[in-house]
């Protein structure tokens, strides 16, 4: 499965993909805001051999593309819709992650973009999610860029790294794209 836009291909993760997602999950910079810590490479491979399989399962409910920039087909991030619900509630998440070097360069915008499309002309949502920490500020207007509204401040909704963090909440409706 690939999907395209003007800069990306957004593909599925292949095995090798490791060294260069290592790259970007093993800077404490960029899992700032994660819900992990800094991987190890054994972590990371564990994580894309789940990711693999998670290709295989005939009632999937996590998409997890790898952001390769067409240009030098270089995997700069990744983006996924995740937590698919009961068909009839038609809702997902969305989550993502880009190495440091290829920040503030609407990379990671772009590829929201088509993820959540995908979710909406693909897959059917209705309903694409995403959470974050308060104080990310470079997510938030990223999500906004990519057409999503904040609905709501979720307090101390997620233990992350030993303690009870906030969480604002954003969504796009399926009907706000059309």
Known sequence: MQLKTGRLILREFKEDDWQAMHEYASDPEVVRYMQWTPKTEEETRDWIKRAISNQQERSRRNYQFAVVRKADKRLIGGCSIINISNPEDGEAGIVYVLNRSFWNQGYMTEAVKRVVKFGFSELGLHRIYATLAP????????????????????????????????SLLYAILESEIR
């Open 135 to 166: 104080d990310n500020f470079a997510s938030a207007r990223l999500l906004e860029k990519a057409g999503m509204q904040r609905e709501g401040h979720l307090r101390e909704h997620k233990y992350i790294k030993g303690q009870w963090r906030d």
